[in-house]
């Protein structure tokens, strides 16, 4: 008895293939490509402060003794360089999760939810990050327009 349906199927074509692949990979990379970006990016942030600190240096010079306020100033970017870099590390790491293969529901909640945590971590670190970056092109031209005093210290 046949209720005059027929189903054929089509062997899949290298096209259809190729693009299940393709989204198999970035299902699959959405997850890494936040975590890498805010591992990339601790980096760059906790290698700033050195390099910041060592311009400031050589525009001021061995003498230099700020006061309370200049020396809030010019260390207010490499704080804020500190704090891109902790925000980050908060988006690098994992987060324990308790989920069952056999629920792909609850994957894709994980999933989610991990993708999200690293968004904002990576967000808020870049904002924090650029807000370094402008203070420490602001205390660098503070810095270099310092006039300090040459000749031997403590005569």
Known sequence: MSDGIEVRT???SPHNAALY???KQLLVDSVEVGRDFCKFMVGVSTGAI???LALVGLATGK???PSFAEGLLLLT???LFLAGAVIFAFGYFPVKAELSLDRPGEIEQAR???MQR???AATWGFGVFGLAVLTALAAATFALSIEVPTGAAGQ
């Open 118 to 120: 690293r968004l904002r």
């Open 21 to 23: 692949e393709a989204g």
């Open 112 to 114: 989610d939810a991990n």
């Open 63 to 65: 003498t230099f003794r």
């Open 77 to 79: 970017p490499a704080v």
């Open 10 to 12: 089509a062997p899949e």
């Open 50 to 52: 050195p390099t910041y």
